[in-house]
């Protein structure tokens, strides 16, 4: 069992930057691939980015791609999500997720799942 929980959402103007954070406990940290994802009102639950246990590979949704960096230090058991240039369509609940390790990021199957941060862009 992984258990996770994210901080670091917010208000922020269009433009503006966020940094996301994950704190991961239970089974070994380094074991699972981490990833984020996202929920907007009204939508379905979304891919934003992943990265692997060893952090040698990233992934990220078209969206996201050059505005958004993922990034893990697995001696504090955290994933971090920077968020530069956010505009009112990033408007969401923010999830940590993980994934077996053996899986590769194009196929990011969330085996555990944290509460969710809100995060919200005004205009």
């Known amino acids: 069992q992984v258990q996770l929980v994210e901080s670091g959402g917010g208000l922020v103007q269009a433009g503006g930057s966020l940094r996301l954070s994950c704190a991961a406990s239970?089974?070994?940290?380094?074991?699972?691939?981490m990833g984020w994802f996202r929920q907007a009102p009204g939508k379905a639950r979304e891919f934003v980015a992943a990265i692997t246990w060893s952090t040698r590979s990233t992934y990220y949704a078209d969206s996201v791609k050059g505005r958004f960096t993922i990034s893990r230090d697995n001696a504090k058991n955290t994933v971090d999500l920077q968020m530069n240039s956010l505009t009112p369509d990033d408007t969401a609940v923010y999830y940590c997720?993980?994934?077996?390790?053996?899986?590769?990021?194009?196929?990011?199957?969330?085996?555990?799942w944290g509460q969710g941060t809100q995060v919200t862009v005004s205009s």
């Open positions: 239970g089974r070994t940290f380094s074991s699972y691939n």
């Open positions: 997720a993980a994934d077996l390790a053996t899986n590769p990021l194009v196929k990011f199957t969330p085996r555990y």
